[in-house]
């Protein structure tokens, strides 16, 4: 994994903006119509080299495939495993049924957007098609190739979002099938770290899983959950390299009062002793831009190979924050944990689901810009060059 060895290094969460048509063959396959899946692919791998080329001209150094052929950060296993099947129920956050008139206006803005299917575990888990991965895989690569990057990432799910986002309807217990889980993404994860790229584990479940799926839990309670989580995690990443592995931790990625989030204090030494060796994690948006202070307090638990990640632009706003704000939440975190250990990053991801961003599409390149521009105003200062 790349470190800000000479100046702050510029990276995001994953998913970015799709072309229209690249959403229409998604619905289409979402809504189970028949599609040529040679052509699929093909879009595919045109809209994959075109968002590389995009991070690559406003000045993004690790770089994604931006999720082009997923249409959910967590739902895209139905299409690679066999085991889900049926449809479960929405789950709400806690905040934002403390605010139904909004709940319905944000339940509203959706209409449009591409209908997701929330499966559940009906069956055992087995790998049953290889070529999604397979393809994403060959994408990024060839896009890589041309664009001049060094370094690119690849999302895959955790084993804990999948098991927030996909109830368990089949396995005898919740640490059966978090089990069961972890033995089948091992294979995605070594594929993706095999082929060169680093690996981001998607993990909203440390975090968001609290207020959304663990709701009528304590926090004492979700805390075991969150243990079983990681466990499982570590088991689906052993024997694989820590420098190659980098992690997301999220409150959820939509626009609420989130006021019913877990206390970043209250997680902090069990998620950053989590074996990737970089994480992600949202410090811009008003609910968490606070938290910097956490690191600052908890410091002498932070692994000292750890790199953190913080996102320095909100992903579910159209303020294009100055680069001046971004230069200053990137050296308050340099004095923490020293200059060479941190990378500028996103919130979240820009279109966590296709269809459904909340930032224009031309105002994500436009922030990621200014997120550059700030890395290097920062750089200059941290560096004296």
Known sequence: MRCSTDRILCTHVGSLPRPQAVVD??????????????????RMRDAVAEVVRRQRAV????VSDGEQAKVGYANYLRDRFSGFSGESAAVR??????????????LKRREGAVKIHRPCCTAEIRLRNERPLREDI????????????????MNAASPGVVAVFQPNRYYTS??????????????????????GFVLQIDCPDLAMGRHVTYKDLDDEAFLGRLHEQLEALEHALSGLPADRIRMHLCWGNYEGPHHRDIDLRKIFAAVIRARPQAILFEAANPRHAHEWAIFEELKALIPSDKILVPGVVQSSSNYIEHPELVAQRLERFAQIVGRDR?????DCGFSTFAGDGLVDPQIVYAKLQAMSQGAALASRRLWGH
Do not use: K, T, W
């Open 59 to 62: 000045g993004v150094d690790v």
């Open 342 to 346: 941190v990378m500028a990053g996103s």
């Open 138 to 153: 060959s994408n990024l690569q060839a896009a890589l190739h041309s664009s001049g990057a060094e370094e690119a990432f």
């Open 174 to 195: 919740q640490s059966a099938y978090l089990e069961a889980l972890a033995e089948a993404m091992r294979h995605e994860y070594r594929s993706i770290i095999d082929a």
């Open 93 to 106: 956050g806690a905040d934002l049924e403390d605010f139904p008139e909004y709940l319905a206006r944000l």
């Open 25 to 42: 063959m998604l619905a289409q396959r979402e809504a189970g119509e028949p599609i040529d899946e040679d052509a699929f692919y093909l």
